[in-house]
């Protein structure tokens, strides 16, 4: 059994957690709150320009996990693969613009696309851009995201492929990014976090909610679905992960709620399931 986190300075909180709230919302709540740590989406970055986002963050003390996200590099044309590389460089000067040290890759998928050929353009992606993420020294996590996702939104469903991925780019600047969402339900995920060791970049947090109402939108609160997290995250750990523990919750009854109010149910579920 994993003890369980005892205070909150590994919390980090996706800003598509609290997707009502603005950057500058969420970077007041968060501090209010005392969550130490905070992952960005472009989205909220868009409306203000990252150049601004960086300052604000630089100011607010918060640290950046990350940028999410990039990737979706399958596509019909090669014309079209190669502007999602060129959308990609701009995440990445988009992160280090921020102070992001890491960029989540939300790979891709495309229903008219195979998965095996769909799962080479990803690599051939990656491949493509990796020296814009060395000059500007932004990692970039492979995301395994649940086979629910396997038609539009990423061919890379396992940890295993995952694993594979980051053996085949062989790069310091290329590692994996595990979310118990996406991964809970493998009968062999904790052979491939073993296997994963030294290369997770970061670790994501949440709960599945049974029935699940909508598939994008209904992740649950840690605590309150069937994932055991904390024997997870102990697996994690002992394979060398020891960065924030980030909440990214995709939930329309959440974003309903009081967001304030949210935190503060935020902080209680990580003290006691996480
Ligand atoms: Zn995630």
Not at 230 to 242: D, H, L, Q, S, T
């Amino acid at each position: 059994m994993t003890a369980p986190i005892n205070d909150l300075s590994r919390l980090c909180v996706h800003t598509m957690t609290t997707k009502p709230w603005s950057l500058e919302e969420c970077i007041a709540g968060y501090t209010a709150a005392k969550i130490p740590a905070i992952t960005v989406w472009r989205h909220h970055i868009e409306p203000i320009g990252a150049k601004e986002a960086g300052n604000m963050l630089r100011d607010s003390g918060l640290e950046v996990v990350s940028l999410c996200r990039g990737g979706f590099f399958p596509a019909t044309s090669g014309q079209a693969r190669e502007e999602a590389r060129a959308e990609n460089r701009r995440i990445i000067d988009e992160a280090a613009e921020i102070g992001a040290p890491l960029v989540v890759l939300v790979c891709g998928a495309d229903p008219e696309i195979d998965l095996p050929t769909a799962r080479q353009h990803i690599i051939d992606g990656i491949q493509a851009i990796l020296p814009h993420a060395k000059a500007a020294n932004v990692k970039l996590a492979i995301e395994p995201l649940h086979p629910m996702y396997a038609d539009c939104r990423s061919a890379v469903n396992t940890l295993d492929q995952a694993n594979n991925m980051v053996m085949a780019l062989g790069s310091e600047y290329v590692g994996v990014a595990i979310d118990v969402y996406h991964c809970w339900w493998d009968p062999y995920l904790r052979a491939e976090i073993e296997r994963a060791t030294n290369t997770i970049l970061a670790f994501h947090v949440c709960d599945w909610r049974t029935p699940t109402r909508d598939l994008l939108t209904d992740r649950g609160m840690m605590g309150e679905g069937c994932i055991n997290i904390p024997e997870i995250r102990g697996w994690v750990e002992k394979a060398g992960f020891n960065g924030y523990i980030e909440v990214e919750i995709f939930s329309e009854e959440f974003w309903a709620q009081d967001q304030e109010k949210l935190l503060w149910r935020i902080k209680n579920a990580y003290l006691r399931h996480v």
